[in-house]
Every structure is written in C-alpha cells, then in structure tokens.
C-alpha cells in the first residue's frame, strides 16, 4: 500500500478509497481532503466507473472527525475556507453518477458521520460508533451535518444527537436510518464486497437518473419533483439499457446492462 492519504485501489469498476490518517483515526486535515477532493474529479472522469467504496485505513476508526489539532487555531475566515473545502469534496462524493457505499469499520464522529452522510449507502460493523460530538468542542458540524442529518434521520433525532453530542452504537444508527446495515465486524469486508457486486449487476443510467432524481428532487416542491422523475422516466425510453431491461423480462433471462 502507498502511503497516500487516500488510497486508491480498483477492482473491475468497482473503486476502495481508503482514508488513510490511522494515526489520528483518519480525522480529515485540508492535506487528505485535498487529496480526496483530487482523486473525485479523476473519478468524475471515468467512463467505466460502476460503484465506489469508501473507508478509513486500520481497524478501528472511519473518521473520528475533522482534524480538531489543525482547527484549533483558525480565524473565522479560515474555518470559513476549511468547511467550505470539506463541503466542496463532499458534495462532489455525493454527485458522482454511481453508488457510493460507505464502509464504516468503527469511529464515524463529525466530520465522518457527515461524510458517511454524503455517500448513497451505509454499511457498518456492529463496534461502530457514530455521533455528531461538535458542541463540546464549542462547535456545530460544519461539514453538512445540521443540513443532511435531518433529512436522513429526521429533525427531532437530529437535534437530539446535534444537540446531546451523544455516541450511539451501530444498532441505534441502524434504527434511526443512518446506516443501512450491520454485520458483524468480521464480515464487513465480504458484506460490503457483496453489495457494491450487487450494484453493480443494475443498469447505470437507472442508477444514475435515481441519484438525481432523489438528491434534486430533495432541494425542491413537490409537483416540480414530481415533474423531474417524469422528465427522467420519459427520457429513459430512448435508451439501450431501458429495451434490454425490459426486453430481458419478457424474453424471461438476465439483463445485461
Ligand atoms: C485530530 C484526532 C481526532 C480528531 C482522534 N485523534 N480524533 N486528532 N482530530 N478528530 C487522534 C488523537 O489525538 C490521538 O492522537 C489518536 O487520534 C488516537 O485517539 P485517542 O483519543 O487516543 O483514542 P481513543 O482514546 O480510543 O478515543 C477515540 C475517540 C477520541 C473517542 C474517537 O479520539 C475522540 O473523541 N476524538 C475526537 C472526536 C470528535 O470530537 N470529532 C469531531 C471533530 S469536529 P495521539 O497523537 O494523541 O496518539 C468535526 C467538525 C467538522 O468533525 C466540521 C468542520 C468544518
């Protein structure tokens, strides 16, 4: 392995960032998400791109959150320029036209739970331990914490892990909706390799129309989202991966997208 601070490795479309900081839990510094933000606009890139995984290097942290050392001493303008760096690089996860699976193999505080936010799905192994720990450090997120966390768990649950800056374990992330799934910490690896194959097998532009679909869809009133599925929807009719979807069916085989 490089000694990156995010490692790339590829396996048939399939692309494994790892965050790779272990000595400090992988908390993420401007170095590594200058790294991240360089290695998301190569992967925007890529025609033969089918589903990213993302972790932290070592077996015991994700993230635990954004480099409280480097932080400390800022001026307004900086932590201006800190989260806007750290929002730029998530969003840009976010925005990739592909699943994206965060692999959450322990501490996902902060930064890292706003992270894991961004991404498409959430696996986690059952020691995991997630949380928004910011107001006792004097701080709200700022990495999209206060905007993605309620839509994803809601506003009331929001506040109250916002506001407590309370851990809770994988079961609880699981209930609330913050991950998808859990498995035991020996089968994460398997698990996770498994799922980004079964992402893989579905049809990209299906994939890709549902990420938009959802994310703006998300920003916008009903009616004018309802408009942009059937604007969507529609379009697919003109392509090849719509007729071997349902070509496949009808013929009564597997599509081959
Ligand atoms: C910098 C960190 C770090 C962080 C851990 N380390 N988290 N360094 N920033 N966020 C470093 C420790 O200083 C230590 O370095 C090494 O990693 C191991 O951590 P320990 O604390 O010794 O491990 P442990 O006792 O097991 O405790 C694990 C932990 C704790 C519970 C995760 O490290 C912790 O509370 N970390 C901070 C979590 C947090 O508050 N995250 C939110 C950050 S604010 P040394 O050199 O001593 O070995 C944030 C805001 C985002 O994310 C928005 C910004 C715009």
Same mark, same amino acid.
């Given at each position: 392995?490089?000694?990156?601070?995010?490692?790339?490795?590829?396996?048939?479309?399939?692309?494994?960032?790892?965050?790779?900081?272990?000595?400090?839990?992988?908390?993420?510094?401007?170095?590594?998400?200058?790294?991240?933000?360089?290695?998301?606009?190569?992967?925007?890139?890529?025609?033969?791109?089918?589903?990213?995984?993302?972790?932290?290097?070592?077996?015991?942290?994700?993230?635990?959150?954004?480099?409280?050392?480097?932080?400390?001493?800022?001026?307004?303008?900086?932590?201006?320029?800190?989260?806007?760096?750290?929002?730029?690089?998530?969003?840009?996860?976010?925005?990739?036209?592909?699943? #994206?699976?965060?692999? #959450?193999?322990?501490?996902?505080?902060?930064?890292?739970?706003?992270?894991?936010?961004?991404?498409?799905?959430?696996?986690?192994?059952?020691?995991?331990?997630?949380?928004?720990?910011?107001?006792?450090?004097? #701080?709200?997120?700022?990495?999209?914490?206060?905007?993605?966390?309620?839509?994803?768990?809601?506003?009331?649950?929001?506040?109250?892990?916002?506001?407590?800056?309370?851990?809770?374990?994988?079961?609880?992330?699981?209930?609330?909706?913050?991950?998808?799934?859990?498995?035991?910490?020996?089968?994460?690896?398997?698990?996770?390799?498994?799922?980004?194959?079964?992402? #893989?097998?579905?049809?990209?532009?299906?994939?890709?129309?549902?990420?938009?679909?959802?994310?703006?869809?998300?920003?916008?009133?009903?009616?004018?989202?309802?408009?942009?599925?059937?604007?969507?929807?529609?379009?697919?009719?003109?392509?090849?991966?719509?007729?071997?979807?349902?070509?496949?069916?009808?013929?009564?085989?597997?599509?081959?997208?």
């Amino acid at each position: 392995m490089s000694d990156k601070l995010v490692q790339v490795t590829e396996n048939t479309g399939v692309v494994r960032l790892t965050l790779n900081r272990p000595e400090a839990l992988n908390a993420l510094n401007s170095a590594l998400l200058k790294e991240l933000n360089e290695v998301l606009i190569d992967l925007e890139g890529r025609k033969n791109l089918r589903a990213v995984l993302i972790t932290g290097a070592g077996k015991k942290s994700f993230v635990a959150g954004a480099d409280i050392s480097e932080m400390r001493d800022k001026t307004p303008d900086e932590a201006r320029a800190f989260a806007g760096q750290a929002l730029a690089t998530v969003k840009r996860l976010e925005q990739l036209p592909v699943p #994206v699976v965060a692999m #959450v193999n322990g501490y996902c505080l902060g930064g890292g739970c706003e992270l894991a936010l961004a991404c498409d799905w959430a696996i986690a192994s059952d020691n995991a331990i997630f949380g928004q720990p910011e107001v006792n450090l004097g #701080v709200i997120p700022g990495f999209g914490g206060t905007q993605r966390l309620p839509r994803r768990v809601g506003p009331a649950m929001a506040l109250d892990l916002i506001i407590t800056g309370r851990k809770i374990d994988a079961a609880e992330a699981l209930r609330i909706g913050l991950v998808n799934r859990v498995v035991p910490v020996g089968k994460l690896e398997v698990a996770a390799a498994e799922l980004t194959q079964q992402f #893989v097998m579905n049809g990209r532009q299906a994939i890709r129309d549902a990420k938009r679909a959802i994310h703006d869809g998300m920003k916008q009133d009903l009616d004018s989202a309802l408009a942009l599925e059937t604007s969507l929807f529609a379009q697919e009719f003109a392509s090849e991966e719509q007729r071997e979807g349902m070509g496949a069916f009808v013929e009564k085989r597997k599509p081959n997208f």
